[in-house]
């Protein structure tokens, strides 16, 4: 039985007020939002006053934004439609390396069309230098894509900067926000951006409630063909209680944000000092000033992540190495790499992200658990014991 959870950016509990406003969409209110009579009405309501919430949350319209399965999904449509809808413009895109994988891999998708792309570096913090992206950008180019955040590193990039760069010679701009939206201030106004990705289930909404912001009056083609929602623009029936419950998230989100910073700063900054005091050979990723207020993430040397991961889960203690989508890969990070790190360090990252139910007596569990497990997992390792060779220990 999980005692502490410190796995955020897997998935997050559902807000009891969250729960409580999908309820009617999963029983009694369960007309279709295309429907004219009074249930269809009802849901339609739902529907819109979620992507009002939504919009809010980013400083947007609603008419702006667009709901999606998912941040994977999100990103596909972004990545894909505006790249797709500018192609007799250009057929050049620019991505920073430590994009997460559903931009990646859309990347290599439109390559097989005969689109080219550029990976941009990033530093040893995994922050996107935005002259970097500049000189990167070619006639050709019609869309960058640079994430708002890190999920694995916790380093929040520039966006606003990078935007400046790009748009005075036309070029959109995209962010995956997935891992920012909810935990960080958003206005698309400001950063001067084009598309955002978002995703419930970062923000305490639920899995399958997702959005993407496209400003009005920029082009983009649909990923999902069908029928007339979404303005056309993503055809299916809504999915009304996740819609519903995204919207709910949204607005508590927007309401309560600064609250939640101020509560997970402490517990975040307090194991980033203290893991390295406590157990040698501990590097901590990503920035230390920019970064994601719920986010702490290091990588122990001479130690693989997985059985780290495992002795934790065996104290009652979730955790995760490198992103969701690639925990299970039992490969490096491709971020971690970007970054500078050679594959056996990588192989010893952890991420520990707090919810808002993370309490000090939880951190001070880590800290008592984590230094006898990695001791432990280093003297079964001949790494470990190598290095204590060369050490003359």
Known sequence: MTSVYLDRIAATPLLPEVREA?????????????????????????????????????????????????????NNFAIKGLALGHQAKGRHIVVSAI??????????????????????????????????????????????????????????????AIAAAAKPRGILVHTDAV???????????????????????????????????????????????????????????????????LGRAARLAARDMEARRAALVPLRDRLLDELPRRIERVLVTGSRTDRLPHHASVCVEFV???????????????????????????KASHVLLAMGLDHATAQGSLVFSLLDATTPAGIDRLLEVFPPIVDRLRRMSPLWTEHLKKRGS
């Open 304 to 330: 693989e992540g997985e059985a780290m991961l495992l002795s934790l889960d065996m104290q009652g203690i979730a955790a995760s190495s490198g992103s969701a989508c690639t925990s299970k890969a039992l």
């Open 22 to 74: 999908m309820g009617p969409f999963l029983g009694e209110a369960f007309g279709n939002p295309q429907s004219l009579h009074a249930a269809g009405r009802l849901a339609q309501e739902a529907v819109e006053e979620a992507r009002e919430d939504v919009a809010v949350l980013v400083g947007a319209q609603a008419a702006e934004i667009y709901f999606t399965a998912s941040g994977t999904e999100a």
């Open 179 to 245: 891992a920012a939206a909810g935990s960080v201030p958003l206005d698309v106004q400001a950063l001067g951006i084009d598309a955002l990705s978002l995703a419930g289930d970062q923000f305490y909404g639920p899995k399958g409630g997702a959005a993407l912001f496209v400003r009005k009056g920029v082009r983009i083609l649909p990923l999902i063909d069908g029928g007339i929602q979404e303005g056309g623009r993503r055809g299916g029936t809504e999915n009304v209680p996740a819609i519903v419950g």
């Open 99 to 160: 994009e997460h994988s559903s931009v990646l891999n859309s990347i290599k998708a439109l390559e097989r069309q005969g689109f080219t792309a550029t990976l941009v570096p990033v530093d040893g913090s995994g922050r996107v230098d935005p002259a970097d992206v500049e000189k990167a950008l070619t006639k050709d180019t019609t869309l960058v894509s640079v994430m708002t955040a890190n999920s694995e590193i916790g380093t929040i990039e520039p966006i606003a």
